[in-house]
Structures are given as structure tokens and as C-alpha cells.
């Protein structure tokens, strides 16, 4: 099991669980940065000490063989997994070359030390910089908002808007001191994949060269090297394109409203202060509290003392005036499993409208007039995916202008063109009708930025891949398949003049996996997983003809054939979906949506 995701909406909710969470990253950062100065000891060995080189260089080995990497997510993609073993098979290299050690370690400062040093200082000393920051953010917050939630409500009004203000400011300031600190925090860990990784690797090229049969080792270590940089390449791309995604997101997180409900297994979460009767008075507790609206189950966790959570059965929630009591943003529910009611303040008036609204909350009868009944229903806020309707005419008139035109460019796909040209195109191409020559004047890159406009809308088995997809997409409607069908065809012709646009099949997965599967949560978790997205796109264009036409037989009595197969004595099957057909002498069941009648 990985690390778990941390995601930027925790930060408003600053749960236990969200804080449970950030120790593990933490502890992995500390000990990624213990592991680091171990490493770099070990190296200025190597440099220093030549009478001790064989022992260094043991121990080197053996620290890279213990170390293991941790990623975020549940699952790994076949270039992390190679990274990721990536140093127990540079430990395996070096027992090799120390046997046959000839001469002395060189350079190894420059290509080794100092960019391990430089990673630990500027990423993982960012990340500890960024942890002081929260936590003196977080105890500076949490003492003003107790102060500020002990103010009386009978102070001046003016008094209380100064009083109201200022919170926010510092609330803000808590938010983004942990919003930038989550970031820093995953930035480093998915940073070390790849960085970590590189030196690494040019210090064992360098030490090749210094040993007598280094030649020999270096050639039987140049594909193993070659796949690893792709692996690490491969990696580069995926975070490039994630960082921005997350970017994106903590920007939009950033710009919600404070009190933003994020998705979650509960109705309603987060803090709640919970007034405790005493013999001389009462005092107010700080708990966390999660609400879930099917059962009517509220259960209270004591923060402070971090006492197991008590749950109950909501009858009631009302509102509680404010001349009733000397404390802002209360309300009063009834439990069935005690007598009496109790009495929640809230964190702000909003605060306290989504725990009213989550709990069905009512308003207090009033005196000398009818009861006013507030709607119980809860609003819900509907996400609504944009979905981009493109005419299959549309994406066949691009396709014939930019094949010929610019095929050859170099970024295609991936160097924007001038937005200007690129809006003024669409907008002929989605009018009356398109002409070729009309195109003509825009420039490659900006004809090519338009189609990517246009087109938005886990097994090692690379076999087992293969027919997962085909399955996959034999499952689309008609049209959708049709238009997946032109535009990996498309690509594949992209990949084939590689030489000349630079575009491989691993570039244009980077460019249309987050475009062709984009959640429809965009969470940090979602964002972790368009590697794999990139993955599904890389084997449509690699396997196009497997994976659009041709079928695999599942059981014996279904038939394989590729495309443009040609069938005798079709009928149809007792099994839905399914023909009886006869191919090169082989009578067999056929699926009946890849087959058209003659």
C-alpha cells in the first residue's frame, strides 16, 4: 500500500484523519532526507577513502538494496515499477564492477553528490520550511479562533464586523499556509522519482569508464540504462502534466468559499464547539463531528483528548436565538439516546447554515405569530460535466487538412499555436460549412491547437492490456467508437513520422490521455491517475488494428478473426448478442456489433 493522497480540500476541514495522513508523508520525507545524507556520506567514501573502497562501495550497495521507493496511490505503472526497482539493480551492478575493481572512483562529486545534496537542500528543505510555517499557522489560528468564538454577542456591532474580519484574514492565512504546504509535500514525492533517480544513474556511467573491463559492463548495462531513462522520461512527462492539473485545482480550491463542503462519505463534517454543563457553569469543548443525512447519525470526537467518537441518533436540530444565549452561531439538537438537548456552536453564520441545512435544521418558533416552516430539503450543488459535441464531419475535414499539411511539424500537438488564429478557425469550421482553402492561411500550429480543441470532450500482461481495451471500446455507442476510431488512426499516423515531429506514442499519451478520460471528480487522486490514463492512449495507437478490429476468442466456441474477415452461414445465436458463423472451416459464436451484413 502507498502513500495516501492528500487532497487540498482537506485543508479547510483539518480533520484528525486529514492530519494522520500528512504524518506519513512526512515521516517519509524524513526518511527519504535521512537516506540521502547516508547516500552522500557513502560517496564522498568512495572519493576519499581508497583504501576503503571495497567496504564503501558495499555499503552503498547494500543502502540502495534496503531502500524502497513509496508512491503515491495504490497502484504503479510500469515505469514506476522500474524506477522503483531501478536500485536494487544498480546494488546488483555494483557487487559486479567491485569485484573487478581496477581503479578509482572520479568526478563522482560533480555527477553524484552535489545534485543529492542540491535535491535535499532546495525540495525535501522546502518541504521542512513549509512544515514550520503550517504548524506555527495552525497553532497562531486556532488560538485566535477560540478567542474570537468567545466573544460576547451583546459586544458593539462594529466591534464584532472588526472581530469577524480579522478571522478571516487569519483563517485564509491558515489555509493557504496548508494548501502550499500539501503541495510542496507531494511535488517532493513525486520529484524524487526522477531526480533521486538521475544522479544515480550518471554516477554509474562515470564509474564504468575507470575500471578495466568497464566497456564490457557498460554495454550489458546500455539497455537496462536506456529503458530506465525511458521509464524516467516516461515519469517526467506524467508529473509536468499532473503538476499543472493540480495546479489548476489548488487554484480553484484556493478561490472557493471557506466554508466550501467538499465531496465526502458524510453529509456534513468538521468542527464543532459542544457546550459541556459543569456544577459551576459550563465550559465548551472542541470536537470534530460528522453528520450522515441517511441514518441521522451524528458522532462527536473529542480533538483535545482524542477520545474514541460517541455516536447518536439525530432527532431535532433548531436554530438557536441570539438572545437566548451569550455565544454566536449556536443551534440546539435533540438525540434519542439521551434526554435534553445540546447545544453546537458553529464555526461562522455560514458554517452553521450548511450544518442547519445538512440536518434538516429549523428555525425557533417565535412568539405572537404563526410558526414559519423552513424547507428541510437539502440544496445540493450539481456538477455538471461540460461535454464538447463534435460532428464526425468536423474531425474527418481536420483530419484530411493538417495530415498532409502538417504532419511533419515539430511539437505537433503539443506547441500551441497563436489563440487568436486558433478561435477565428473554429469558428469556421463550426459555421455553415468548411472549405480546404479557407484553412490554407493558418499556420500548422494553430489548425493543430484547434483539432486538440475539437477532441476534448491495471495487469503486467501486455496481451491481457490489449484485450481489455479492445473490450473496452467495443462497448462504446456507435458514433463514439467511430470518432475514437478516426482519431487514433490519426495518431497512429502522428507516431510514424516521430523522426520528424518528435511525437511518439509516449508523447501523444501525455498530450490526449487527460483529454480522452478525464474524471469527473477532479481531485488530487484523479489527477495521481492520468499516468494511467496515458497508458490506455499509448496502447489504442501501438495496438490500433487489435484493439479497434480485430477479436480474440474468450472460450472455445467463439471464433478469432481480424478485420475485413469474411463469414459464411450466418444466423443468428440463441445467445444474445451473438451469431453463428462459419470462418477458414470453423464454426463458431461471433459477437454481432463487429460484423455488418453484406
Given at each position: ?50 583504501k ?22 495504490d ?16 546494488s ?30 532546495e525540495?525535501i ?44 484574514k487569519?483563517?485564509?492565512?491558515f489555509?493557504?499556509a ?59 512527462n ?11 485545482l ?8 471557506q ?57 431535532s ?10 455565544k ?95 478561435q477565428k ?30 477532441t ?25 467508437k ?20 518528435l ?20 481531485t ?54 451473438w ?20
Amino acid at each position: 500500500m502507498g502513500l495516501p493522497t492528500l487532497e487540498f480540500s482537506d485543508s479547510f476541514l483539518d480533520s484528525p484523519d486529514f492530519r494522520e495522513r500528512l504524518k506519513y508523508h512526512e515521516i517519509e520525507l524524513d526518511r527519504t532526507n535521512k537516506f540521502i545524507k547516508e547516500l552522500i556520506k557513502d560517496g564522498n567514501m568512495l572519493i576519499t577513502a581508497l583504501k576503503n573502497l571495497s567496504a564503501a562501495v558495499q555499503k552503498f550497495s547494500q543502502s540502495l538494496q534496503d531502500f524502497q521507493f513509496e508512491c503515491i496511490g495504490d497502484a504503479e505503472t510500469d515505469d514506476e515499477v522500474n524506477i522503483a526497482q531501478s536500485f536494487k539493480e544498480f546494488s546488483q551492478l555494483l557487487n559486479t564492477v567491485e569485484e573487478e575493481r581496477r581503479r578509482l572512483i572520479q568526478n563522482a562529486d560533480d555527477v553524484l553528490i552535489t545534485p543529492l545534496e542540491k535535491f535535499r537542500k532546495e525540495q525535501i528543505g522546502a518541504a521542512k520550511e513549509g512544515k514550520k510555517k503550517f504548524d506555527k499557522e495552525t497553532e497562531k489560528y486556532y488560538t485566535v479562533l477560540e478567542k474570537h468564538l468567545a466573544l460576547s454577542s451583546k459586544k458593539k456591532e462594529t466591534f464584532l464586523q472588526e472581530a469577524d474580519t480579522q478571522i478571516d484574514k487569519d483563517r485564509q492565512v491558515f489555509y493557504d499556509a496548508s494548501l502550499e504546504y500539501v503541495f510542496k509535500i507531494q511535488e517532493v514525492q513525486e520529484k524524487k522519482k526522477f531526480e533521486f533517480v538521475e544522479p544515480l544513474l550518471a554516477f554509474l556511467q562515470g564509474l564504468f569508464t575507470f575500471y578495466h573491463e568497464g566497456y564490457e559492463l557498460a554495454h550489458e548495462f546500455e539497455p537496462y540504462k536506456t529503458q530506465l531513462q525511458f521509464n524516467l522520461q516516461n515519469t517526467r512527462n506524467n508529473f509536468v502534466s499532473t503538476k499543472q492539473e493540480v495546479e489548476k485545482l489548488m487554484k480553484r480550491i484556493r478561490s472557493a468559499d471557506q466554508d466550501y463542503k467538499p465531496p465526502g462519505q458524510w453529509t456534513m463534517e468538521g468542527f464543532l464547539y459542544v457546550q459541556e454543563k459543569r456544577p459551576l457553569g459550563c465550559t465548551w469543548t472542541r470536537h470534530y463531528c460528522t453528520y450522515e443525512k441517511g441514518s441521522k447519525t451524528f458522532s462527536m470526537t473529542n480533538f483535545e483528548t482524542k477520545s474514541s467518537g460517541k455516536q447518536v441518533c439525530l432527532k431535532s436540530c433548531i436554530r438557536r436565538k441570539t438572545d437566548s444565549i451569550d455565544k454566536r452561531f449556536c443551534f440546539d439538537i435533540e438525540v434519542v439516546e439521551r434526554h435534553g438537548i445540546v447545544t453546537l456552536q458553529a464555526l461562522s453564520e455560514s458554517n452553521r447554515r450548511l450544518w442547519l441545512e445538512a440536518m434538516d435544521g429549523k428555525e425557533p418558533v417565535r412568539n405572537l405569530s404563526p410558526p414559519h416552516t423552513h424547507s428541510s430539503s437539502l440544496s445540493k450543488c450539481w456538477f455538471k460535466l461540460g461535454t464538447l459535441c463534435i460532428s464526425h464531419m468536423h474531425v474527418c475535414v481536420c483530419a484530411r487538412i493538417f495530415t498532409p499539411l502538417g504532419i511533419s511539424t515539430l511539437g505537433l500537438y503539443r506547441t500551441g499555436g497563436v489563440n487568436s488564429k486558433v478561435q477565428k478557425l473554429m469558428t469556421t469550421v463550426f459555421g455553415k460549412c468548411v472549405c480546404l482553402s479557407d484553412c490554407m492561411s493558418f499556420e500548422n500550429l494553430d489548425l493543430l491547437s484547434s483539432f486538440s480543441e475539437f477532441t476534448c470532450k491495471k495487469s503486467d500482461d501486455q496481451n491481457y492490456r490489449v484485450r481489455a481495451v479492445h473490450a473496452l471500446v467495443h462497448k462504446l455507442p456507435e458514433r463514439n467508437k467511430e470518432m475514437m476510431e478516426l482519431l487514433i488512426k490519426h495518431l497512429v499516423t502522428v507516431s510514424t513520422h516521430s523522426q520528424f515531429n518528435l511525437m511518439t506514442v509516449s508523447n501523444l499519451g501525455v498530450i490526449f490521455g487527460p483529454t480522452l478520460m478525464r474524471s469527473q471528480e477532479e481531485t488530487v487522486a484523479a489527477m495521481m491517475n492520468i499516468k494511467f490514463q496515458n497508458i490506455v492512449v499509448e496502447i489504442l495507437i501501438e495496438n490500433f488494428d487489435k484493439a479497434m478490429y480485430s477479436c480474440e476468442a474468450e472460450h472455445s466456441h467463439e471464433l478469432s478473426f481480424p478485420q475485413g474477415a469474411l463469414f459464411s452461414n450466418v444466423y443468428p445465436s440463441v445467445e444474445p448478442g451473438w451469431l453463428q458463423a462459419t470462418f477458414q472451416g470453423k464454426t463458431g459464436l461471433i459477437p454481432e456489433n463487429y460484423v455488418v451484413y453484406l
